[in-house]
Nanobody, 114 residues
Framework: QVPLVESGGGLVQAGGSLRLSCAAS????????MGWCCQTPGKQRELVAR???????NYAEFVKGRFTISRDNVKNTVYLQMNSLKPENTAVYYCNASALRNYWGQGTQVTVSS
C-alpha cells in the first residue's frame, strides 16, 4: 500500500499561484513515478504533470510554462507549483503514485476565480 496525503488546494484569483503537496508513505520503494491529475464534474480525470524516480517530467499542454512538478526524495513528497492560474484550472486535483498498481490521494479542490 502507498497512502498519499495531499494538501495545498484552495481559492485563488486568476493570475495567482498555489502549491500542492503530496506525501507518500508505505511501500514507497515500489514507486516508479508520481504525478497530478485533475477532474471536473462530468469529465474524465486527466493528467496534469508527472515525474519519474529519475526526475524525468512531462506536462499536459494546457499547463506547460505555468506549472512545475518537483519531488523531495528525502520527504517522499511531490509538489505541484501552479502559477498564472486561470478559471479553467478549477478542478479537484488528485495525486497519483505508480507502483505495482496506481494509487490515488483523496483529492484537493482548487478554485480559481475570475
Amino acid at each position: 500500500q502507498v497512502p498519499l496525503v495531499e494538501s495545498g488546494g484552495g481559492l485563488v484569483q486568476a493570475g495567482g499561484s498555489l502549491r500542492l503537496s503530496c506525501a507518500a508513505s508505505g511501500s514507497i520503494y515500489r514507486i516508479t513515478a508520481m504525478g497530478w491529475c485533475c477532474q471536473t464534474p462530468g469529465k474524465q480525470r486527466e493528467l496534469v504533470a508527472r515525474i519519474t524516480t529519475s526526475g524525468r517530467t512531462n506536462y499536459a499542454e494546457f499547463v506547460k510554462g505555468r506549472f512545475t512538478i518537483s519531488r523531495d526524495n528525502v520527504k517522499n513528497t511531490v509538489y505541484l507549483q501552479m502559477n498564472s492560474l486561470k478559471p479553467e484550472n478549477t478542478a479537484v486535483y488528485y495525486c497519483n503514485a505508480s507502483a505495482l498498481r496506481n494509487y490515488w490521494g483523496q483529492g484537493t479542490q482548487v478554485t480559481v476565480s475570475s
